[in-house]
């Protein structure tokens, strides 16, 4: 499994630095025949995205801080990180383990039935790529608030088990918790599919929501980490709409998309026991989780 954090997170000048040498040396696997221009890679596997750093949305600017220690909304998401604890071993967390996984293909499959359609390289070659870009743009966008706050995540606070790997949580320990960068990316990973298959729009929205609250299943993040998680996401879909690549790119998979559908292109995952395990819900939440959206 490749965390977002640990995959595109320039952490420190010397970081910036490798990024920009990665920049102008690294470039992904070659494109099949007829598909988008092969685009440089800022970490193994993970794509440059379209919007130049320093123009990208500013998280820290964009939120308020996380809920101090002492207020009614850290007791809020205690209690609700308490509560979904109880998913670990359903379906429910056997789901927000398979969202855990950013790297790709399989990060491909995770709206394939909310879409009714499969994402792959060779299908729609350029629908695939904008989902790896933009993976950058949105998780990268949440940095700002995630580095000046450094929050502590609640695996660390409460001791219990993770979905993700062991490698992983040992670098989540350092890692800043608010906001939650899968959400940002799960969310406009949702509203960009939303635009390129409009009549899919409910389902979409609904498993890019319940993508979100697999990191509180997940127990890596914290109920609040995950809201604010979607408005950084949100923010970086309406910056990519400034970028004219971005906007030829999302037509190219519109048209793709409409093609691979015509031809009878099919979801990858088990949708039944998809929306089974999206049904499930943390017993006495105090907060939503998989709400009636996702039914």
Not at 140 to 147: I, N
Not at 209 to 217: I, K, Y
Request: hydrophobic fraction near 40%; aromatic fraction near 6%; include cysteine.
């Amino acid at each position: 499994m490749v965390s977002l954090e640990r995959s595109v997170r320039p952490a420190s000048a010397i970081g910036l630095a490798l990024v920009s040498l990665t920049l102008v040396m690294g470039c992904a696997a070659k494109s099949p025949s007829g598909g988008p221009a092969p685009v440089p890679e800022i970490r193994p596997g993970i794509l440059q995205g379209y919007i130049a750093p320093e123009e990208n949305v500013d998280s820290l600017a964009l939120l308020p801080p996380p809920p101090a220690k002492d207020s009614v909304a850290f007791e809020l998401d205690q209690k609700v990180s308490q509560a979904n604890l109880a998913l670990r071993g359903t379906a429910r967390w056997e789901l927000a383990a398979k969202d855990n996984v950013l790297h790709f293909p399989e990060a491909a499959e995770t709206f394939s039935c909310a879409l009714n359609a499969a994402i792959t390289e060779e299908s729609t070659p350029h629908l695939y790529q904008l989902i790896r870009r933009t993976l950058a743009d949105a998780g990268l966008a949440t940095y700002g608030a995630k580095d000046h706050y450094q929050r502590t995540r609640p695996f660390v606070s409460n001791g219990a088990p993770t979905c993700a790997t062991p490698k992983e949580e040992e670098h989540l320990r350092s890692d800043g918790s608010y906001p939650s960068g899968h959400t940002a990316a799960g969310w406009a990973w949702a509203l960009i599919l939303t635009e390129i298959a409009p009549d899919r729009m409910d389902a979409l929205l609904a498993r890019g929501r319940a993508f979100g609250q697999s990191r509180v299943v997940c127990n890596v993040h914290w109920q609040s980490d995950v809201i604010e998680g979607r408005a950084v996401g949100a923010a970086a879909v309406a910056r990519l709409h400034a970028d004219s690549a971005f906007r030829k790119d999302l037509e190219m998979a519109r048209a793709e998309l409409a093609s691979a559908r015509a031809a009878g292109s099919e979801p990858v995952r088990d949708c039944a026991a998809e929306a089974e395990a999206m049904r499930l819900t943390a017993p006495d939440a105090p907060w939503p989780s998989n709400s009636s959206a996702e039914r």
